[in-house]
């Protein structure tokens, strides 16, 4: 016990700074003061990995650790998407997974986000479209925002996780206020938003 | 393996390590792998392709290892009702693989187990994707097919179905649990989630451009895969990375060793119950990201190796700077060692936990860093060490306990290993060029590129086309070995021990889906 104890002395605090959000990766913009309302400042993520190479997943895996802390600014992965806030998304869409993410969305309580990551989650990247492969997460579900790298390093995931949820805000964002949620969203939603 | 004990002729297969390839009947086929078998050889990758436009109706390739080296079986179906004979009788391992190279080429092996692998009803279940004259159709939604699972029947046995959507920050795929109570009866895996075509996409590509794509079949492992595929490139092309570029790619790949080991010991010891763990080495795996980033611009090192050499050199500053990490990280995990194995809680977890006996592991044909947690000891760096491993010796790293402990307790060592090994690269370095111009490459020519990955051997079997393009790419991770090894490991466990022996392996799903 001891010995755990000196390091995590040693070690010290390593968090750095929360980047600022990266309104450029914002792809559609409609329900951040909802989410605020509804949310205050605290956000959950679900992952859903459509058919990645894995490389996005380390990325989004390093956005725990102390550096970026991300638990440390309010933010945090859960284990069902019945539990979040935000999807983030990482592709190409699999073919065998898209029914597998369209449920997860499904299952996802309203008011929800998605953020696609990755070249892949974007556009397909270099996976494409093919037999196997239905390119971006936004051929399958609705995007609000889209971070590209390959993969996004952590500080551009936390750019692009920021804007989705700060991005038109009010300077100050009221943390009690919990006025009810419109019912419906997303009338415009579809396969084709850009 | 001498195979003219069986009347077998061999011609020589251009690769990095000994290979040699032959054709064979499906008699031969099948003595053939009884020989390896009794040989102590493994099954490393079975394929197949369409080659009617050549004639020949559709190979089945069957690559095998000993101690000799590789040795490629080459069998042709003439046509699509030909059979070829079951080889998971002799390599279980080959079960998955037969029933991947139907889905996807519809070559019939004359298997018991006829059930689809590969495809998940995404197209036509006749119509196979590596087939030349094979054109998608935009009628072809994603559908669902009705796998036919193993169940068990039984008072109080009940069934647990986990994924696609997996509840951490992993791969998707799907794991079918016969239990009663908490006990684990039996496991069954499904893959083929993330499958997304890759060996169709490598066949757009230019035989210098496919690198890219080699670099992301698994990101995990994109050093390994790059080297493999630029070693085949260079072994079509007869020609070899100049000895500062193979130096270089060693050290990448010891680096994603290391940082891959980093992050794996900080998840299996959370998912023992120690969240300490995983801070102290995911911020030894960030530091060892962002000097990556710094020395070859990118953290994952992905497109750094390219065919011909490397894409960016290593200056003296970055290198001053790895040899101060190598120092402060052997240091920090020292401590952080101590700490694993002082824990009672920890050990408790991992101590006989997901074991696999070196007799299981040896009939299984478990590979890599897992076989030698089961005291299999293969490493292509000691077994067929190349430039420049062959001037500094890698020291073996086993263990014989086969468990959750044994899993961790190599990648510890490993990792003060290949720690010793980047100093040592970084010391002896070679001055000169970094990259090679590429000849031209004669077309219908095939090699194999292989390389020791942190997870296990990764293989690609890569044949030119005209011009300078592929005309088939098989990339093979050692995942298609050690699933099926995992649904041996956890019978008898808890299911809350599941994720801890799961990630003790940490698989791909990427790579074996492709």
């Not at chain 2, 069998?75 to 080889?87: F, I, K, M, N, S």
């Not at chain 2, 992993?170 to 083929?192: A, D, M, N, S």
Request: charged residues 20%.
């Amino acid at each position: 016990m001891l010995h755990i104890l000196h390091q995590i002395a040693k070690t010290g605090i390593k968090s750095e700074t929360a980047p600022t959000a990266d309104e450029d990766m914002v792809v559609v913009a409609r329900l951040q003061k909802t989410i605020l309302r509804t949310l205050g400042r605290a956000l959950t993520i679900r992952h859903i990995d459509a058919g990645s190479c894995n490389g996005c997943e380390l990325e989004i895996q390093a956005l725990t650790n102390p550096y970026y802390n991300l638990e440390g600014i309010g933010i945090r992965f859960v284990a069902s998407p019945r539990h979040a806030d935000m999807l983030l998304v990482t592709g190409p869409v699999s073919k065998h997974m898209a029914i597998a993410l369209q449920r997860t969305y499904d299952a996802t309580p309203e008011p929800k986000l998605v953020v696609a990551v990755g070249d892949c989650g974007c556009t397909g990247g270099i996976f494409g479209q093919s037999y196997a492969s239905l390119g971006g997460v936004a051929s399958v579900i609705p995007v609000d925002v889209a971070i590209p790298g390959c993969p996004p390093a952590p500080r551009a995931l936390l750019q692009g996780i920021l804007a989705a949820i700060s991005a038109y805000a009010p300077p100050v964002a009221p943390a009690v206020d919990r006025a009810p949620v419109e019912p419906t969203l997303r009338p415009s939603d579809g396969p084709d938003a850009p | 393996m001498n195979v003219s004990p069986l009347g077998l002729a061999a011609s020589s297969l251009p690769c990095t390590m000994p290979a040699q390839r032959c054709r064979v009947s499906s008699g031969q086929l099948l003595s053939a792998c009884r020989l390896a078998w009794e040989r102590g050889g493994a099954l490393v990758a079975l394929w197949a392709s369409d080659e009617r436009d050549l004639g020949r109706g559709f190979a089945v390739r069957v690559l095998l290892r000993d101690g000799d080296g590789l040795t490629l079986l080459e069998h042709t179906l003439p046509d699509e009702g030909a059979r070829y004979p079951d080889l998971s009788p002799i390599f279980p391992a080959a079960n998955r693989m037969q029933r991947s190279a139907f889905d996807l080429v519809g070559a019939v092996c004359d298997a018991e187990d006829q059930r689809p692998w590969t495809w998940q009803a995404a197209w036509p279940i006749d119509r196979f994707p590596l087939r030349r004259d094979f054109e998608v159709s935009p009628a072809w939604a994603p559908g669902q097919e009705d796998y036919p699972f193993v169940r068990v029947a039984g008072d109080g046995v009940h069934e647990i179905a986990v994924g696609p959507v997996h509840a951490g920050t992993i791969e998707p795929g799907h794991f079918r649990f016969q239990v009663v109570g908490e006990k684990v009866l039996r496991l069954e895996e499904r893959l083929g989630y993330a499958h997304k075509g890759i060996e169709k996409r490598f066949e757009s590509l230019s035989l210098v451009d496919g690198y890219r794509l080699a670099g992301r079949i698994s990101g995990d492992s994109t050093v390994a895969y790059a080297c493999a595929y630029a070693q085949a490139v260079e072994s079509i092309a007869a020609c070899a990375a100049p000895p500062r570029a193979a130096w270089l790619r060693a050290l990448c790949l010891e680096r994603e060793r290391i940082a891959s080991h980093l992050g794996d010991l900080g998840y299996v010891g959370n998912d023992g119950g120690f969240a300490f763990g995983l801070s102290q080495f995911s911020r030894l795996r960030e530091d060892v990201l962002r000097l990556n980033d710094r020395a070859f611009g990118h953290r994952l090192l992905m497109d750094v190796v390219v065919p011909g050499g490397i894409a960016r050199d290593l200056c003296a500053e970055d290198a001053a700077l790895m040899r101060e990490q190598c120092a402060s990280l052997e240091r920090e995990i020292a401590v952080l060692r101590d700490i694993y194995d002082e824990h009672a809680g920890l050990q408790d977890r991992f101590r006989g936990c997901g074991q696999v006996t070196r007799e299981l592991a040896m009939k299984l044909g478990l590979t890599g860093l897992a076989a030698r947690a089961s005291g299999l000891p293969d490493d292509l760096r000691c077994d067929f060490a190349r430039t420049p491993y062959d001037a500094l010796g890698v020291r073996r790293v086993t263990h014989t306990d086969g468990d959750v402990a044994a899993r961790v307790s190599v990648r510890f060592d490993e990792t003060f290993e290949s720690l010793r090994l980047v100093r040592a690269m970084l010391a002896a370095m070679p001055d000169g060029d970094i990259a090679t111009e590429l000849p031209q490459t004669p077309a219908s020519r095939l090699a194999i590129g292989c390389a020791e990955g942190w997870r296990g051997p990764i293989f690609i079997a890569l044949e030119s086309g005209h011009d300078g393009s592929i005309r088939r790419c098989h990339p093979h991770d050692p995942s298609w070995q050690n699933w099926p090894v995992i649904e041996h490991a956890v019978i008898g466990n808890i299911v809350p021990d599941f994720p801890l022996i799961n990630k003790s392996f940490n698989l791909s799903y990427s790579g074996h889906d492709l």
